[in-house]
């Protein structure tokens, strides 16, 4: 019972994961242009090593392929060790859109706070 469980969470986990990893993504870029290992570390560490993007290629080509784009390819870099980096940056139609995500994000975290909190049972 214990195994059924524990791959309910895991599928509940990472469910949540992509269902926020847009949003996320969009919101490190709005503050300055990251390529993606970058990315991801700066993700990894700012949830405390709760969540990890493990294809943050997929995601980045959604954004970078939707219609209107969210994202632009904006410059490579060569590094120290000439490796050849991709930086990413978001676009104004991005800006539009993880706003809206924002907006759904803050109207619905509290709705179900409330739900989990309401009764007499707390979380």
Do not use: C, W
Not at 9 to 29: G, P, S
């Amino acid at each position: 019972m214990a195994k059924e469980n524990a791959r309910s969470v895991n599928t509940f986990e990472e469910n949540m994961k992509k269902a926020f990893t847009e949003l996320l993504v969009l919101h490190i870029l709005s503050e300055r242009d990251f390529y993606i290992a970058e990315l991801s570390e700066a993700i990894a560490e700012r949830s405390n090593g709760v969540i990890a993007i493990n294809r943050p290629y997929a995601v980045i080509m959604r954004l970078l392929e939707s219609s209107p784009p969210y994202l632009t390819e904006i410059k490579r870099r060569e590094n120290a060790e000439s490796r050849i980096r991709q930086y990413y940056s978001i676009t104004e139609q991005g800006r539009e859109y993880l706003a809206e995500l924002l907006a759904s994000y803050h109207k619905y975290m509290p709705a179900i706070h409330a739900i989990l909190t309401s009764g007499g049972n707390t979380v």
